[in-house]
Nanobody, 125 residues
């Protein structure tokens, strides 16, 4: 199983980025997909998750209204569109896969079996 995250970079506050996570080696459409992030010196935190069908999503309060998670099961890819970025969004962003079930309420890392390598997002003020 491989989750390859990409799309990170340096952006000014107020700007946008779109992260992608391409999955291989798993039945992608059977997995809830999530995004987590870890800022320097801080613990990893949940950002967003999407159900296997894409019909349900769940967001951390800190990103609600600014970030949008989406998936394309035909391309085995999950996306995180990040708008109105703030310096406090600076972190390494990780995608993760959680097998089975319904809905998108998977907010703890221990619910996810597979993790990508992370992509760095830096937001300058």
């Amino acid at each position: 199983v491989q989750l390859q995250a990409s799309g990170g970079g340096l952006v000014q506050a107020g700007g946008s980025l779109r992260l992608s996570c391409a999955a291989s080696g798993l039945g992608f459409s059977s997995y809830v997909m999530g995004w987590f992030r870890q800022a320097p010196g801080k613990e990893r935190e949940f950002v967003a998750a999407i159900s296997w069908s894409g019909g349900s999503t769940y967001y951390a309060d800190s990103v609600k209204g600014r970030f949008t998670i989406a998936r394309d099961n035909a391309k085995n890819t999950v996306y995180l569109q990040m708008n109105s970025l703030k310096p406090e969004d600076t972190a390494v962003y990780y995608c993760a896969a959680s097998y089975g079930g319904s809905g998108a309420y998977r907010v703890t890392g221990d619910r996810y079996a597979y993790w990508g390598q992370g992509t760095l997002v830096t937001v300058s003020s």
